[in-house]
């Protein structure tokens, strides 16, 4: 069965500074992957996915994500972060055999101070 | 926006009462998702549909049922709440490879 790890559930940065939130996955079949953001008392909104082709995605909001098979690792990184950022942000992966199934990881938050 | 709302937004109830969402979509999706979220678990999958009649248990489906009797509406039952339901639920549905969130409901069991 496959299982999502972010491996840290708080960071705290600097206005314009780069972020890099972490995100490992455990399968033993192929994987869809996907990362979402919440903003305070929304829903959950997709950043960015990776279905297939090239291993770095692009999303909404200047995100970027790179898919790494050997490490099974799918981070999300911002060059240049705002305070807009500031939001809670979920990994979650889709197994090929799964159907339309997700699996999330714990989740982020992310703060972004002045 | 995928047209999915969730109702109520908000719910205060007692332990041993039943309770019931309700997760409404407007674009005839099949795949349809109950979630809940707590802090330090992400979201945790309840029970899924994949069409009227149609569902199936996720991860935590213990004190949890549902029913899918139109394409639109999708309910989640606590047949008797507990205080280890108190979370925020959230409705999916399934379009373009990927889920798409209802805005979620609040439920405080006292």
């Known amino acids: 069965a496959q299982s999502v790890t972010q491996l840290d559930s708080q960071v705290p940065v600097f206005e314009e500074a780069p972020v890099e939130l972490r995100c490992n996955y455990s399968s033993s079949v192929s994987v869809y992957l996907f990362w979402y953001v919440q903003y305070p008392n929304q829903g959950l909104q997709l950043l960015l996915k990776?279905?297939?082709?090239?291993?770095l995605v692009k999303g909404i909001n200047g995100f970027e994500a790179e898919f790494n098979k050997s490490q099974t690792s799918f981070h999300l990184r911002k060059p240049s972060v705002h305070i807009s950022d500031t939001a809670e942000y979920f990994c979650a992966v889709r197994e090929e055999t799964s159907g339309s199934r997700l699996t999330f990881g714990e989740g982020t938050q992310l703060t972004v101070n002045p | 926006d995928a047209g999915i709302t969730q109702s109520p937004r908000h719910k205060v109830t007692e332990t041993g009462t039943p309770v019931t969402l309700r997760c409404h979509q407007t674009?005839?999706?099949?795949?349809m998702y109950w979630y809940r979220q707590d802090p330090g678990h992400g979201l945790r999958l309840i029970h899924y549909s994949y069409g009227v009649k149609d569902t199936d248990k996720g991860e935590v489906s213990d004190g949890y049922s549902v029913s899918r009797s139109k394409t639109e509406d999708f309910l989640l039952t606590l047949e008797s709440a507990t205080s280890s339901q108190t979370s925020v639920y959230f409705c999916?549905?399934?379009?373009?490879?990927?889920?798409?969130f209802g805005p979620g409901t609040r439920l405080t069991v006292l």
């Open positions: 990776y279905l297939s082709g090239s291993t």
């Open positions: 674009e005839n999706h099949r795949y």
């Open positions: 999916a549905i399934s379009a373009l490879s990927e889920q798409f």
